[in-house]
């Protein structure tokens, strides 16, 4: 067993129940889900994604353990689909427990789409409940069959105030740190490093506190300055710099700032980042931010994914360079996504309406007979290749949902379709 002196600081202070535990209110507050859950041992399986170091394995074993249910754990990075068929082979013999266990599996995002496949049974048919944890998008990482299995929580890093706790804390409850005569004077140095990470601002502290081996300790921002040597605006792209940055990057081009995109794509090309995945938010960009103000940003940006990934680093960044300025620099319209947002808010409200029958197929005698198709005019054969017939379900004929926006291109095409369909859809 392991003397205290030898275990790492963060460890040692791992919380042991949920009322320890720090941030994530949101998932385990006094009547939260996850709590009400644990407390009746009715967990549900699902994906726990967040930056490192705000509490996702921690919380997984917290709440096995509040849960009253046997604790299985794998890493995606050294286990195989062999291990996960193992763990499942001992949770169906697990007597009592047999289909009440917990796979806990950490960074779900690195299993091939194999090694997730190897999953769907077992949490399918309820032998295990998985509780994966990502740094990555499950949207993009985690595959759909094994998405729609589980629920995914959001965990956000933590606070200012609660790494102060966690500082304080640490300095008066640790075994080891509570012997010490340690005296906070400043940690805006300490909070920068950090990043929201609860486990490397632990590191810190206790870096800066075996540098005295002796005497006083005085937190300073020059202290951990001097011992972590590098406090600048690095880039980690599984922290919390990697949504921050992205966000100031996506918000720059919305803003028509090529000049800060550039900046963001440069902190982001220097700290390494999947050049795929800044490809990817260029061709979510282009649609969502420019749209039919410019539709050839879409050309421009889909060209720019195929191209990034024929070519790689370090050739790519001249062409993720090219494709941010130009979408910077396009007219910008979110059009095409409220318009679909709001037909989406619309089917919700008003569930499956019939199609009207003249625009049903007819593939068989009895839909021909029962009117399927009956009075459907073809368009190219009309005048001006338009027929002016009615599209939509009866309930919402002249329902407009696509809004042109208010640029050169848009106004065209608002110009368009009121010549088309005069007072109907109110253009």
């Given at each position: 067993?392991?003397?205290?002196?030898?275990?790492?600081l963060?460890?040692?202070m791992?919380?042991?129940?949920?009322?320890?535990?720090?941030?994530?209110?949101?998932?385990?507050?006094?009547?939260?889900?996850?709590?009400?859950?644990?407390?009746?041992?009715?967990?549900?399986?699902?994906?726990?994604?967040?930056?490192?170091?705000?509490?996702?394995?921690?919380?997984?074993?917290?709440?096995?353990?509040?849960?009253?249910?046997?604790?299985?754990?794998?890493?995606?990075?050294?286990?195989?689909?062999?291990?996960?068929?193992?763990?499942?082979?001992?949770?169906?013999?697990?007597?009592?427990?047999?289909?009440?266990?917990?796979?806990?599996?950490?960074?779900?995002?690195?299993?091939?789409?194999?090694?997730?496949?190897?999953?769907?049974?077992?949490?399918?048919?309820?032998?295990?409940?998985?509780?994966?944890?990502?740094t990555?998008?499950?949207?993009?990482?985690?595959?759909p069959?094994?998405?729609?299995?589980?629920?995914?929580?959001?965990?956000?890093?933590?606070?200012?105030?609660?790494?102060?706790?966690?500082?304080?804390?640490?300095?008066?409850?640790?075994?080891?740190?509570?012997?010490?005569?340690?005296?906070?004077?400043?940690?805006?140095?300490?909070m920068?490093?950090?990043?929201?990470?609860?486990?490397?601002?632990?590191?810190?502290?206790?870096?800066?506190?075996?540098?005295?081996?002796?005497?006083?300790?005085?937190?300073?921002?020059?202290?951990?300055?001097?011992?972590?040597?590098?406090t600048?605006?690095?880039?980690?792209?599984?922290?919390?710099?990697?949504?921050?940055?992205?966000?100031?990057f996506?918000?720059?081009?919305?803003?028509?700032?090529?000049?800060?995109?550039?900046?963001?794509?440069?902190?982001?090309?220097?700290?390494?980042?999947?050049?795929?995945?800044?490809?990817?938010?260029?061709?979510?960009?282009?649609?969502?931010?420019?749209?039919?103000?410019?539709?050839?940003?879409l050309?421009?940006a889909?060209?720019?994914?195929?191209?990034?990934?024929?070519?790689?680093?370090?050739?790519?960044?001249?062409?993720?360079?090219?494709c941010?300025?130009?979408l910077?620099?396009?007219?910008?319209?979110?059009?095409?996504?409220?318009?679909?947002?709001?037909?989406?808010?619309?089917?919700?409200?008003?569930?499956?309406?019939?199609?009207?029958?003249h625009?049903?197929?007819?593939?068989?005698?009895?839909?021909?007979?029962?009117?399927?198709?009956?009075?459907?005019?073809?368009?190219?054969?009309?005048?001006?290749?338009?027929?002016s017939?009615e599209?939509?379900?009866?309930?919402?004929?002249?329902?407009?949902?696509?809004?042109p926006g208010?640029?050169?291109?848009?106004?065209?095409?608002?110009?368009?379709?009121?010549?088309?369909?005069?007072?109907?859809?109110?253009?």
């Open positions: 067993m392991l003397d205290a002196v030898n275990i790492p963060a460890e040692r791992r919380p042991k129940s949920l009322d320890s535990y720090l941030g994530q209110t949101h998932l385990i507050g006094d009547d939260s889900i996850l709590k009400r859950a644990a407390d009746t041992g009715a967990l549900p399986s699902m994906i726990l994604w967040g930056p490192p170091g705000v509490g996702k394995t921690t919380l997984a074993r917290i709440l096995s353990e509040k849960a009253g249910l046997p604790f299985h754990q794998l890493s995606a990075i050294n286990s195989g689909v062999k291990d996960v068929r193992e763990v499942i082979s001992r949770a169906k013999s697990g007597g009592m427990f047999a289909g009440k266990a917990i796979l806990f599996i950490d960074e779900i995002h690195r299993f091939s789409k194999s090694q997730q496949d190897s999953l769907l049974g077992a949490v399918e048919k309820g032998l295990v409940v998985l509780i994966g944890a990502t990555e998008n499950p949207s993009f990482e985690v595959i069959a094994l998405r729609s299995r589980c629920q995914i929580y959001v965990l956000n890093h933590l606070t200012h105030d609660e790494l102060m706790q966690l500082i304080n804390s640490a300095i008066s409850e640790d075994e080891i740190l509570k012997k010490r005569n340690i005296e906070v004077l400043e940690t805006d140095a300490l920068r490093a950090s990043g929201g990470d609860a486990r490397r601002i632990l590191n810190i502290l206790e870096m800066v506190v075996s540098s005295v081996p002796k005497g006083k300790v005085e937190l300073t921002n020059d202290r951990v300055k001097e011992i972590i040597q590098n600048t605006a690095g880039y980690d792209k599984s922290g919390e710099a990697h949504y921050d940055i992205i966000s100031a996506i918000k720059s081009i919305r803003a028509s700032d090529p000049n800060a995109a550039l900046y963001y794509l440069a902190r982001m090309v220097e700290g390494g980042e999947d050049p795929k995945f800044i490809a990817r938010r260029l061709l979510i960009a282009a649609s969502e931010d420019i749209g039919n103000a410019n539709p050839t940003a050309v421009i889909t060209s720019a994914f195929q191209a990034v990934e024929r070519i790689g680093w370090p050739e790519a960044r001249i062409i993720l360079s090219q941010t300025i130009y910077a620099s396009s007219p910008k319209s979110n059009a095409s996504y409220m318009a679909i947002k709001e037909a989406q808010d619309l089917v919700k409200e008003t569930g499956d309406l019939q199609v009207p029958l625009l049903r197929n007819a593939p068989t005698e009895l839909m021909s007979k029962l009117g399927y198709g009956d009075g459907y005019k073809y368009d190219h054969n009309a005048e001006g290749a338009f027929s017939q599209c939509m379900p009866e309930n919402l004929s002249g329902h407009t949902l696509y809004n208010d640029n050169a291109r848009e106004n065209q095409i608002r110009e368009l379709l009121k010549s088309l369909w005069k007072e109907k859809y109110g253009y």
